[in-house]
């Protein structure tokens, strides 16, 4: 098909304003979700939060289920691009865990929505899940770690690591706490404690800044 | 007032049997709850699971809401028999948390109702919390832990105990999952291998059968 350089400038302002309008409507039901029991949930509520009308919502979603599934995907895209980009450097799987629990804990606790989100909607992101269960296995095979399963290992790193969430979205926690969980994970995970005070001694990479702040 | 000893004997069994309803309502909706999403139930799921008259269920609760409370303490009263119960010939805390942990782990695997519904419900037993960060701190100031806070320790042991119940609901576990989570946990409080090797050696003392099941 022929289509002038002008048509293919006007789809292109056509997507960009439709990306925009999309991320408004998750920023706004990220907000939504971490502050709502999300079961009592109606499509009024992201209307009124996104302030678009009724029409523009389901012109990209049909009911709190998918808005639910977007936000998940989209924050769990948003984890990838602040912590898996920083892992990416990082070939040692220890080093990866390390790095990678020490980075989710920060995250959490500098963006309480997505904190919140993830700690509430019991959200598991696909990618996270086989990067960490990856990383468990390599650093066993390299006997840096001992556990019997990896089943066992990753269930103590979640469990804990959401339980931390829950709390720092209830209340304030000390300066120290994010770390510490971290410290109490690898410990558990068998790494001992000079391994330990050596790779924690390490300055985090500075993370992006979530895209959905700019949109 | 006065009453005859008939009276009183009347009385009794009333009583006996109004516990006894109430009971086998508690046991369906332990069931209900333990399989389907409590947000989606309405007071026709209980009636029906229970087998008793839209009336007799009014006798007893107004709503959903008043069910799960009742459940959540019903379950914990029944947790805190047969565990508790164990725990009060303990005065050691790092005995009392080595055992607890490893029977909280055994009562999830021999009752999955239980532990479906503590999972999915997330029903936080308030008296298990003081127990359990009683001994945390006890274990502590004894040396025989380390951790620097009694928050991150509690968050570690809930969280992991917690993502175990979830895989143990969902999946069939290797036999040796539960005692090595309680290995893992115990590891992440600064318990050292050979203190966790000896104490682990010791048998599980029999825990009484939920009550539950008689009635």
Redesign the interface.
């Known amino acids: 098909m022929h289509s002038s350089p002008n048509q293919g400038h006007r789809t292109r302002t056509g997507q960009e304003r439709r990306a925009r309008t999309q991320a408004r409507i998750l920023a706004a039901a990220v907000r939504v979700f971490a502050t709502r029991?999300p079961?009592?949930l109606v499509i009024e509520d992201f209307i009124r939060a996104a302030g678009i009308s009724r029409g523009t919502f389901y012109n990209y979603f049909r009911s709190v289920d998918e808005v639910f599934e977007a936000a998940s995907r989209w924050l769990e895209d948003d984890l990838i691009v602040s912590i898996e980009a920083e892992l990416a450097a990082l070939s040692d799987p220890v080093d990866r865990l390390v790095t990678g629990i020490r980075l989710w804990m920060k995250k959490a606790e500098s963006d309480r929505e997505w904190c919140a989100f993830v700690a509430g909607s019991g959200a598991r992101g696909e990618k996270v899940e086989q990067s960490l269960t990856g990383d468990l296995h390599g650093s066993r095979d390299a006997g840096a770690l001992e556990?019997?399963?990896v089943?066992?290992?990753r269930?103590?790193v979640?469990?804990?690591?959401?339980?931390?969430m829950v709390?720092m979205t209830r209340e304030r926690?000390?300066p120290?706490?994010p770390e510490?969980?971290a410290r109490?994970?690898l410990?558990?995970?068998?790494l001992d404690a000079r391994e330990i005070a050596a790779r924690m001694a390490r300055p985090l990479p500075a993370m992006r800044r979530p895209s959905r702040t700019v949109s």
């Open positions: 029991d079961h009592a556990f019997p399963s089943a066992v290992a269930d103590l979640v469990g804990t690591l959401r339980e931390a709390r926690v000390e120290g706490y510490e969980v109490l994970v410990r558990g995970l068998g």
